[in-house]
């Protein structure tokens, strides 16, 4: 009991401030307004393959509660469920961005933009803003991750991380079609966040980048914009510093050392847009290990070029057109290089007010080549897909009921272009066909409607062909005179099967009710159940087919409310619950 109540304790420590509080807006808000909401959410789960697959039972509930005065906001939340008992690692966390005019600031968990080549994670701190209309700066400081310091010696230790702080500063000018914008980051780990033992299998690191943004418009129909940053990285911080005084120009700020890299990421585009027609070519390169603290993840190791285009022909007909190429090993250091070529055409058409039509056609070929190492033809991957989908609808509409059709069509190539595999595996293309078709009706007096939806699908390949088929029938309407109970139900019938393995034939069915009543609460239940049998043709032990079922069902419940309101005089009467 004591551990539900620490749980508990520890959860409604989460005061979080969210969004920016106008400090200008303070004196016309109102001084004290306290709302919250109660809740449970209940599940049960059956099935004929045990409790596998999730918990036979699970049981949930949460209380929030918002406190508002002067326009600025705290939130606190408490959750309970008796399929995760463990709170081991309690998080608090303090967040407020309160604005003033053109000056923001931002404090606890907060983000600020950056360019994506240099900085986009939270940070823990305290940052401040300036938007004017053309001039713009930005700065932070915090902690960008915490330490993961688990015991050494333990045999289920987490995997050890260094706390890690850092700083950013951007200055900006201009407007949306012509304007500079320069960011600076740096980060570095602190080595004694974690235990001495851990040093000698994960080093700390420290990080600076330089970058720069820009977009010039050079007449009314054609733009350049560019984006580009340089980061410093050294991958261990306790190696030997540079010595060399031509190097050391950084100062203070970052010191290279013998594991220090510096490498070159950025991209730059041409846009024009002329009429109905818009085109844009953009090339891009990242350098082999370019790396930056201020990120998450990053592909290196590319260029890409890319051009794309749309139009508007005789006012009813979009069309866009995208190609793009890809290619990895720019220093030929890898053992093989790969290239990638995406492209795509689409077209639709809103024929009249009652039929529209549409078809894509998306393409992707990839091809890999000799690197460091020559690619065994056994192994080469050079394969290409052709994708082609065709998606015509009509609907009708009046007073008493409306009518949509709709369809849907796709066929998949994925094509094996290494003749000596083809040769050694037979079937190595892959070919996919998908059709569906389905039909709504919809009574407008009634407030209901009904629809009717079946699809197929089959893949051809790896000397397999697999099928499926599934029907399936709905119906939704809203009742009382408020329309704030709503039900639906659904029945489906699949059939799959897999040529020479397995036929799977499966029933089932779904229904749900919703209620809201004087928009405190909301009260919704669902139950959702499936018959299946499968045949294995290969295992006379299962020939005659096995019989399983899944059974589930939801009730959830929860109640807002006003605790107490103390308004601005004149805009309405103080209340208190």
């Known amino acids: 009991m004591s551990r539900i109540v620490a749980i508990a304790v520890a959860l409604l420590l989460l005061p979080k401030i969210a969004h920016a509080q106008d400090i200008s807006q303070i004196a016309k808000s109102d001084p004290l307004i306290i709302t919250g909401a109660v809740g449970t959410q209940n599940t049960y789960y059956r099935s004929s ?13 949460f209380a929030s509660l918002n406190i508002s005065a002067y326009g600025f906001s705290i939130p606190l939340s408490f959750y309970y469920s008796n399929s995760n008992l463990d709170f081991n690692y309690p998080y608090f966390s303090f967040n407020a961005s309160p604005t003033y005019k053109r000056w923001t600031l931002h404090l606890g968990q907060r983000t600020m ?13 305290v940052g401040m803003e300036y938007n004017g209309d053309k001039l713009r700066v930005g700065l932070f400081y915090g902690k960008l991750r915490k330490a993961i310091n688990d015991d050494p010696l333990d045999p289920l230790a987490r995997t050890p991380q260094y706390s890690r ?34 040093r000698n299998d994960v080093f700390a690191q420290e990080n600076i980048v330089i970058g720069a943004r820009g ?15 340089t980061s410093a990285l050294s991958t261990d911080i306790t190696a030997k510093e540079i010595e060399k005084e031509a190097i050391r120009d950084f100062g203070d700020i970052f010191n290279p050392r013998y594991s220090s890299l510096m490498r070159f990421a950025g991209d730059v ?26 990120t998450s993840y990053m592909t290196n190791n590319i260029h890409s070029l890319g051009i794309s285009a749309s139009t508007q022909l005789f006012k009813t007909l979009n069309l866009t057109a995208n190609f793009s190429g890809q290619e990895d090993n720019l220093t030929n250091q890898q053992l093989y290089t790969t ?24 393409g992707y070929t990839q091809n890999q080549s000799d690197g460091t190492e020559h690619v065994n033809d056994t192994t080469r991957i050079s394969r290409v897909m052709h994708s082609f989908t065709f998606t015509p609808s009509y609907s009708v509409y009046n007073d008493e009921y409306s009518h949509t059709v709709s369809l849907a069509s796709n066929y998949t190539m994925n094509i094996n272009r290494n003749e000596l595999q083809k040769k050694l595996e037979e079937d190595t293309d892959i070919n996919t066909l998908a059709l569906g ?20 699908q089959q893949t051809k390949g790896m000397d397999r062909k697999y099928s499926t088929h599934v029907f399936s029938v709905g119906a939704a309407r809203s ?7 709503q039900l639906s139900g659904n029945i489906s019938l699949s059939r799959n099967n897999i040529q020479g393995m397995s036929k799977n034939i499966s029933l089932g069915g779904d229904v749900s009710a919703a209620m809201n009543i004087k928009d405190k609460h909301a009260i919704s239940f669902s139950a959702s159940y499936s018959r299946f049998n499968d045949t294995n043709l290969y295992d006379e032990e299962v020939a005659d087919g096995y019989n399983g079922y899944d059974l589930m069902l939801s009730l959830n419940y929860t109640y807002t409310f006003s605790l107490l309101e103390i308004k601005k005089k004149g805009s309405k009467e103080n209340k208190e619950m």
Not at 118 to 124: Q, T, V
């Open 269 to 294: 585009s041409a846009n024009m847009h002329i009429d109905d027609l818009s085109a844009s070519i953009s090339y891009r390169m990242i350098e082999p290990d370019y790396y930056t603290l201020g």
């Open 339 to 362: 290239r990638g070529f995406v492209y795509s055409l689409n077209a639709s058409s809103l024929v009249n007010n009652k039929l529209s039509l549409a078809f894509d056609y998306n």
């Open 479 to 485: 009742f009382l005179e408020e329309k704030n109970l």
């Open 49 to 61: 393959y045990g409790d596998g697959y999730a918990s036979p039972l699970s049981n949930s509930v």
């Open 165 to 198: 702080f850092g700083w950013g500063f951007k200055v900006g000018y201009g407007s949306t079609r012509n304007f500079i914008d320069i960011f600076v980051f740096r980060a570095k780990d602190h080595v004694s966040s974690i235990d001495e033992l851990w």
């Open 113 to 125: 933009p950056f360019s994506n080549y240099i900085y986009n994670i939270p940070f823990n701190g």
């Open 215 to 229: 977009r010039v418009t050079v007449t009314r129909w054609l733009s350049l914009t560019g984006n580009i940053a």
């Open 437 to 456: 078709a389905g039909y709504t009706l919809g009574l407008i007096e009634q407030d209901m409607d009904l629809s009717a939806n079946y699809s197929y």
